[in-house]
């Protein structure tokens, strides 16, 4: 069966600092991962990454993934108290089922 | 607003109710889906329509949900004789073909 395994599952970090977001998978028929964050509400999307060793960036965050060793991380940089969210990793066969990790919480001090 | 919209966005209602829930997903996705949360879990996949099929169901379906995708456009979701269990938050989402999957605000059904 198809699982995703996010570590931490929580994290406390001063603003400022850089944080990475672990995932890790076991899925059959590999096509994409993609990366959310969700604040109470519903996911917000931010990487989609279907090849190995590129690196996607947006702003302070970016993520790559290791297809061979299957994990991504989720870096991001100079942490904002705005980004204090659940950090969702999904995996999935094209898009039709995408199986979720549980997240992992990242709260930030001021 | 042009993302997904869901309501209502949150029900309560008595064990043994049926509920239902109604997605207008992103105007020209033909893809939707239907996704439940619960705390501290990641969404778990139920259905997914492409335009007006519904081409597959979790075995988290039981038999009282049922989901429809009458003209290929908007969706509905409907609980019957709701249990505790069903407590959670209904994320209905939306993509064109295999692009990205954009998710609505959710429905969070408390059933007491």
């Known amino acids: 069966e198809d699982k995703v395994v996010q570590s931490p599952l929580s994290l406390v970090v001063h603003e400022g600092d850089t944080v990475t977001l672990n995932c890790s998978y076991e899925?059959?028929?590999?096509?994409?991962l993609l990366w959310y964050k969700q604040e109470k509400k519903a996911p917000t999307f931010l990487f989609m990454l279907t090849s190995s060793g590129i690196e996607k960036k947006s702003g302070r965050l970016s993520s790559i993934l290791d297809k061979k060793e299957l994990f991504s991380i989720l870096n991001i940089t100079a942490t904002q108290t705005g980004d204090s969210a659940i950090y969702l990793c999904?995996?999935?066969?094209?898009?039709?089922?995408?199986?979720f990790g549980t997240g992992t919480r990242l709260t930030i001090i001021p | 607003d042009t993302g997904v919209s869901q309501n209502p966005r949150h029900k309560i209602t008595k064990r043994g109710q049926n509920v239902t829930f109604r997605c207008d997903p992103i105007?020209?996705?033909?893809?939707l889906y239907w996704y439940r949360q619960t705390l501290g879990q990641g969404p778990e996949f139920l259905t997914y329509f492409q335009n007006e099929a519904q081409l597959e169901k979790s075995r988290l379906l039981s038999d009282r949900f049922s989901a429809e995708r009458p003209k290929g456009s908007f969706s509905t979701l409907e609980i019957q004789r709701t249990e505790q269990g069903d407590s959670a938050m209904y994320l209905c989402?939306?993509?064109?073909?295999?692009?990205?999957?954009?998710f609505g605000e959710g429905s969070w059904l408390t059933v007491v």
């Open positions: 899925v059959t028929n590999f096509r994409s």
């Open positions: 999904a995996v999935g066969f094209g898009n039709e089922k995408l199986t």
């Open positions: 105007s020209e996705h033909n893809r």
């Open positions: 989402a939306s993509s064109f073909g295999l692009d990205t999957i954009y």
